[in-house]
């Protein structure tokens, strides 16, 4: 040790607590925790230095003032040893901060960023931020050095590959710095190829390669790793994921005019015409007008989905529409095609609308490798026909006839299928038998793997594509392997347990959770039942890796499936990305609500979180966001209030603003607060169902003005939910709220005229065909109603005349039928007839 580290040591150690021992940083070298750097700005270095005491980590800072060392700073760090000890002007130029890397695992290590201040250390850096592998220094962007350091994360994945960010600091957040992407990634590339050359068998080097080659500027490069990363049988991270990446190379070479185009993204806003969609750019700016019922994202196509009056058809980035709409619902396109449905069925079309199917089917399932199972009901409907299956190709051609009982999707060229009891078998694209299974059931492949029950309600086992028995039947519940794991149970009661196995049927994860999901990118969702002796009250999930190493502690109510690393998680009042190792990601913000985050085109954060959606950017600030406040014609207004009391009880309830009498205005609103199950909830306790309310203006029209309340009570473990719904129809000018009587003239025999009308339609008109035999009676006098421009609406609620599934059937009478009894001069009517 040199004369001059010897001697700081000897200084450190004399500030040290007795029995503390200073650590030693094992790469590159060997060497004492100790560091010199200037964190104040004086010109005078600070010594700072990293101890253990009783099994605790800590920091230790020493200033020399007034001829003498001071100690300045002791702060308590985490973890077991230390992997760093430095300093780089991270937070601002021309001042260091102190970098420490506190080991908290094998490969991982939590990243502090401390900053000098009045107060003493402040450590800059998320409680999250973590890495495996760290380069700090002033990295050049496109104008040179800025003299700030960047932080390049290397983050362990699987095997040797890791996932790599450049983060600096910016408007208090670390965030991506991608204009020193093309400084830095070339140091990546050569690492993945290297790797690539050492295992060129192993698809996530291939990955990661083509991904770093993209960042580092080298698209046409890029777009050859991706090839190869696309032609394994099970690509990573997914098949999805890796054209995704494709596209964007495709538009760094100036192949792919629409990805090069700004995203455009759906925007939904509250009018007085109900809920409406429209689409923004990444601005925030509408660029396209809010006169859809429903829009869903713009696909890789330039097609999006929407609906206008009832029905769906595909627009492109002008607002044209390609496919009219006259659908009932439209697929999202997969293979070039799409699934519609209309009134006669099931038809498959292509990407400029031409329906490619000769007629409509009972079903059609999405394109997967160039075939999409059908089917067809035989010799009568529903439970009383047999449907046979069979298989489409991408010109709408029964290339594989009706003839199976069950068919699953067609992967690699090859699909299950059941072609009696007790016969199953793996076919060809061209309807081939391969292999035949003699068994009670055969399900889907997952790696080479199918499982299978010997008898009828027997347990189940995995059998390889040729039938040969791979793990014994021992499981009451068996689900398709991916990436050499598998999800089962042994449960024989309620109370589901489950846990992973690896393909020679060991179990990697302990058959002991209420739920496992598998989020792809070889990580798990283990879900902990919140009461273990009522499991369908639901679960807390951590994030476990796919060799049962738990990444988290039980933290989350919902994990989505993870993408390009990163997964949206969500607690009760909060949703944010975690990275693969289970930890919040740095550079990426925290959401108020409890939903999910996904990461779009242009940049920025989709956000749905308490069911409303809004557009973030990675410093968390808002782009855009769906309105809260509904203008009507001055000075009235409904403002939307949310009431939260505890995490399965969300209500948005509406409140009326401009009224000149304050008392009435109160009144008002303090009866639709009632309406809309605003009331006292326990906030500190698992409730036994969940219950879900909002509004939408229904109608408005001079003073009168609609609020339809709706609601979803979901008692837990129920098969279902139940609905609810009550309109609300109140005069903006005196507070009135009116019932169905104040339509008429006094006296009138209105409840037995409009029953007579509705039970005339019940009879003659065929959308009526579901109405339970003898259950209508008639109308009651307070009969829920709710009134547009030219026609009442009379509405029932669910199994009152008709099943569950009838929802809430409505009967339409114009006004011209009923005029002899309508009160023209009474004051609901004028309220809406001045």
């Not at 590159?28 to 005078?44: E, N, Q, R, S, Y």
């Not at 690509?235 to 495709?250: G, V």
């Not at 085109?601 to 950017?617: F, P, S, V, W």
């Not at 109603?785 to 005349?801: C, K, M, N, Q, S």
């Amino acid at each position: 040790m040199p004369a001059e580290e010897m001697q700081v040591t000897s200084l450190v150690s004399g500030f040290l607590p007795e029995g503390a021992k200073l650590m030693t940083i094992e790469k590159p070298a060997p060497h004492t925790a100790i560091h010199l750097a200037d964190l104040t700005g004086d010109g005078i270095p600070e010594i700072a230095a990293v101890y253990r005491l009783n099994g605790e980590m800590y920091l230790l800072v020493l200033t020399y003032r007034d001829g003498v060392w001071l100690k300045a700073a002791a702060v308590k760090g985490t973890g077991y040893a230390v992997t760093l000890l430095s300093s780089a002007p991270v937070l601002r130029a021309g001042l260091d901060n102190l970098l420490v890397g506190w080991q908290i695992g094998s490969i991982w290590s939590k990243l502090s960023v401390y900053e000098w201040t009045p107060e003493g250390l402040r450590d800059a850096a998320p409680a999250d931020m973590s890495y495996s592998y760290i380069e700090v220094g002033d990295m050049p962007g496109l104008v040179g050095p800025d003299g700030k350091a960047e932080v390049a994360l290397w983050i362990h994945d699987t095997g040797e590959a890791y996932s790599v960010q450049v983060l600096r600091w910016s408007n208090g957040a670390f965030v991506p710095a991608p204009d020193v992407y093309p400084y830095y990634f070339p140091r990546v590339v050569r690492y993945y190829e290297a790797m690539t050359r050492r295992h060129p068998d192993y698809t996530f080097y291939w990955y990661y390669l083509a991904d770093a080659q993209y960042r580092a500027g080298l698209p046409e490069a890029a777009l050859v790793s991706v090839r190869k990363a696309l032609s394994f049988p099970n690509p990573f991270p997914s098949r999805e994921k890796l054209l995704e990446l494709r596209l964007n190379i495709l538009a760094a070479l100036g192949r792919s005019p629409e990805a090069r185009m700004p995203a455009l993204l759906p925007a939904s806003l509250k009018t007085t015409s109900g809920l409406k969609w429209g689409y923004i750019d990444p601005d925030g700016r509408l660029a396209i007008r809010p006169i859809y019922e429903d829009a869903a994202d713009f696909q890789q196509n330039g097609l999006a989905v929407v609906g206008k009056n009832g029905k769906y058809g595909l627009i492109d980035r002008s607002a044209h529409f390609v496919v009219p709409p006259v659908y009932d619902s439209i697929h999202p396109f997969s293979g070039r095609r799409a699934v519609v449905i209309d009134g006669e069925g099931f038809k498959l079309i292509d990407e400029k609308g031409k329906v490619l199917t000769g007629r409509a089917y009972s079903f059609i399932a999405d394109m997967e490798d160039g075939r999409a199972v059908f089917y067809v009901t035989e010799g009568g409907s529903g439970d009383t026909g047999t449907s046979r299956y069979g298989y489409l190709d991408v010109q709408g051609r029964e290339v594989i006839p009706a003839q199976y009982e069950e068919a699953n999707d067609f992967h690699g060229g090859r699909a299950v299928v059941k072609i009696r009891d007790g016969d199953y078998a793996l076919i060809a694209s061209d309807g081939r038998k391969l292999v035949s299974y003699p068994y009670a059931y055969v399900g889907p492949n997952g790696d080479g793997l199918l499982a299978f029950q010997q008898t009828s309600g027997g347990k189940y086992g995995y059998i390889d594509e040729r039938g040969k028995v791979v793990i014994a039947p021992s499981f009451t519940v068996g689900l398709p392997f991916h990436d050499g794991r598998a999800v089962v149970s042994a449960s024989e009661d309620y109370k589901w347990t489950y846990g992973g196995i690896d393909n020679a049927g060991r179990y990697v994860i302990k058959p002991a959770y209420n739920d496992i999901r598998d989020l792809g990118e070889k990580r798990f969702a283990l879900g902990r039942a919140l009461d273990p002796e009522q499991p369908f009250l639901g679960s807390v999930y951590a994030i476990a890796d796919w060799n049962r190493a738990q990444l988290s502690d039980f933290l989350y109510d919902e994990v989505s499936g993870f993408k390009d690393g990163l997964a949206s998680v969500a607690g009760a009042e909060q949703t944010y990305f975690v990275n693969r190792g289970g930890k919040p990601a740095p550079g990426y913000p925290r959401v108020e609500g409890s939903g999910s985050l996904t990461l779009e085109r242009g940049g920025l954060i989709k956000a749905y979180t308490d069911r409303r959606l809004a557009y973030l950017n990675r410093t968390g600030k808002v782009i855009w966001q769906q309105n809260t406040v509904i203008s009507l014609t001055a000075p009235y207004a409904v403002r939307e209030g949310k009431y939260k009391p505890n995490r399965d009880y969300l209500v948005y309830y509406p409140q009326v603003e401009g009224m000149k009498d304050g008392t009435a205005q109160r009144t008002v609103n303090d009866r639709l607060k009632e309406w809309s199950q605003v009331k006292p909830v326990p906030g500190d306790r698992k409730l036994d169902s969940s219950y879900s309310g909002d509004f939408e203006i229904a109608f408005y029209k001079e003073k009168l003005l609609e609020l339809e309340l709706t609601g979803y009570k979901y008692p837990f473990g129920a098969a279902h939910g139940m609905p609810s719904k009550t309109v609300a129809i109140l005069n903006l000018e005196n507070g009135r709220m009116y019932a169905l009587k104040d339509l008429f003239k006094p006296g009138s025999d209105y409840v037995r005229i409009l029953s007579g009308i509705v039970g005339r339609q019940i009879k003659e008109d065929p959308q009526y065909a579901y109405v339970f035999t003898d259950s209508y009676t008639g109308i009651k006098p307070d009969q829920p109603f709710y009134v547009t421009e030219d026609a009442l609406h009379l509405y029932f609620f669910p199994y009152d005349i008709g099943p569950y599934a009838a929802g809430f059937p409505t009967f339409t009478i114009p006004f011209a039928r009923i005029g002899a009894i309508v009160d023209r001069e009474g004051e609901f009517w004028k309220a809406f007839h001045a």
